[in-house]
C-alpha cells in the first residue's frame, strides 16, 4: 500500500509561481515512476507530468512545456512540481499518483496510487 499526500497549493495570480510537493510513504518510492495530474472544475482529469524512478527522464503534456518542472529527491520519498508563469487555464485540483513500473506514463490507468489532491488557484 501506498500514501501519497500533496501539499503547496493556493491562490495566486497570473504570472506567479507555485511549487507543489507529494510526500510518499508505504512503499519503495524510489523503484517507481510518478506523475502530476489535474482537474478543473467541469472537465476530466488530465496528466501534466511524470517522472522516472531516477529523476533522469520526465515527460510534461504540452501545455506546461518550459513553466513546470518536475522533480523528486529519493532520499527524501518527495516530489515536486515547480510550476512557473502560472496562468488562469492552469487552476485545477492537482494531483499526485505513483505507477507500477519504473518509467512515467501519461494514462491514468497505470498509476494505482493517488493523493487526495490540492487546489491551485490562478486569479487573472
Known amino acids: 500500500q501506498v500514501q501519497l499526500e500533496e501539499s503547496g497549493g493556493g491562490l495566486v495570480q497570473a504570472g506567479g509561481s507555485l511549487r507543489l510537493s507529494c510526500a510518499a510513504s508505504?512503499?519503495?518510492?524510489?523503484?517507481?515512476?510518478m506523475g502530476w495530474f489535474r482537474q478543473a472544475p467541469g472537465k476530466e482529469r488530465e496528466f501534466v507530468a511524470g517522472i522516472s524512478w531516477t529523476g533522469r527522464s520526465s515527460i510534461y503534456t504540452d501545455s506546461v512545456k518550459g513553466r513546470f518542472t518536475i522533480s523528486r529527491d529519493n532520499a527524501k520519498n518527495t516530489m515536486y512540481l515547480q510550476m512557473n508563469d502560472l496562468k488562469s487555464e492552469d487552476t485545477a485540483v492537482y494531483y499526485c499518483?505513483?505507477?507500477?513500473?519504473?518509467?512515467?506514463?501519461?494514462?491514468?490507468?497505470?498509476?494505482?496510487?493517488w493523493g487526495q489532491g490540492t487546489q491551485v488557484t490562478v486569479s487573472s
Open positions: 508505504g512503499r519503495t518510492f524510489s523503484s517507481y515512476g
Open positions: 499518483a505513483a505507477g507500477r513500473g519504473p518509467s512515467p506514463t501519461r494514462l491514468s490507468d497505470n498509476y494505482p496510487y
